[in-house]
């Protein structure tokens, strides 16, 4: 089995809270970057997709846990799994993990739909993507 | 029943993205700072407990339920309603509502341990916490 | 002489970083809050206008000095004063003083701008606004 | 003359606002972003020297200029270039540009203090910084 992508984040001080570690919702958009440079990977743009669509995607569940605690300058390595793909909906699984060590410090299952960018209503999701993912 | 603890945010800038929606992570900082008004409104101040026994609050886990997009300038409702406490956790149901119509926008579970400060290992609850949550 | 418009922050985690202090880069968050809420005060609402006109602020230009630290739980107050209004900026000046003992924390000089928000060039500020800000 | 230190950055949904651009106050996260990879390129690592010495480099002063909008997935170039270094504090000049067209999106200055990081009294920086900065 291939394994996941995966992309590389340094922490820095805007990550970080007063108790010292990262603040857990930064694991959210730690997840977010890694979702984008795998959509990249595989040539989806999103501000090009949206322009060209005029849709894009919506967070609409997240499931994180938090298991070990990150500081600053730690190197993380962040995964981007597709665990599901359907019309209107994807699910992701990611984690996020010391680059050194590989010690589990958060994992979390996202889901995502697609809307339309002015009505903010569900939509399906474009052809083009879904036979990315679905090839992949 | 008596209507759950609740906190009044409003939404600025900062708190939105380009989608022209408030940017899902930050609805983990609406619960938060929803959270700590609880805490506080029942006397418990985190910064000064943490000096007065070097530990603090580290949430552990949290699922998060996104149903409708909030806007720059919207007043939101956010609850935090205490559904278990234990010795080393505490788990609390959040909600954020349009202040106005009401309408449910996020609702969340989240899971709370505490931790030793220095060593960010899992400690017990003090005391004066789990007593005052439980006399409520 | 008035006293400037002044809006309550309270410190939350989000707020702080890993030197247990508010980050600096928050502090132009807190005053954009207060000069949204300084705005509002005069019945101007940004998201309102916004869709009317077609237009926003957008900052052009922000120098502050960081004079002592924050901590978490803190209580701040905000201020949001007028220095110049004309035709395409408006330039506020700003302070962030701690509650209670009113030390000054931190105080700037942000400039503003106005511009189509469908090609972010620069327009000159709606009369409602400039008029409203004039008679002040 | 050399030129300055450069660190690229990808724009993320995170950077955003609803203006559809990145948010001005996330500027001052891409320059710090930029300095710590500048001070890591000089073997200086912030997380390992607070713990050596007890101090921290807390910013002072910030002076910013926002010239261009930045946008979703673009990909910009950060510099870091010291301009003067004391015992003290020292002085960078950052910029922000576009990566492709290199289009100056925005600059500043920024003065950085050492402090005690228990007392956060200012102090002298270390010489072995002052030392490494100098002999560049």
Known sequence: ????????????????????????????????????????????????????TGGMFVVSETAVRYLRPARLDDELRVTAELTEAGRVAMTLRQQALQHAGGELLAEGTIRI?????????????????????NTR
Do not use: C
């Open 113 to 133: 739909g697609w809307v339309d960018a002015a009505t903010l209503r569900p939509a399906r999701i474009p052809p083009v993507i879904l036979q990315t993912l």
């Open 1 to 52: 089995m291939a394994a996941p992508f995966s992309w590389p984040i340094r922490v820095y001080w805007e990550d970080t809270d007063a108790g010292g570690i990262v603040f857990y919702a930064n694991y959210l958009k730690f997840f977010e970057r890694a979702r984008t440079e795998w959509l990249r990977s595989m040539g989806i743009g999103q501000a090009h997709l949206g322009e060209r």
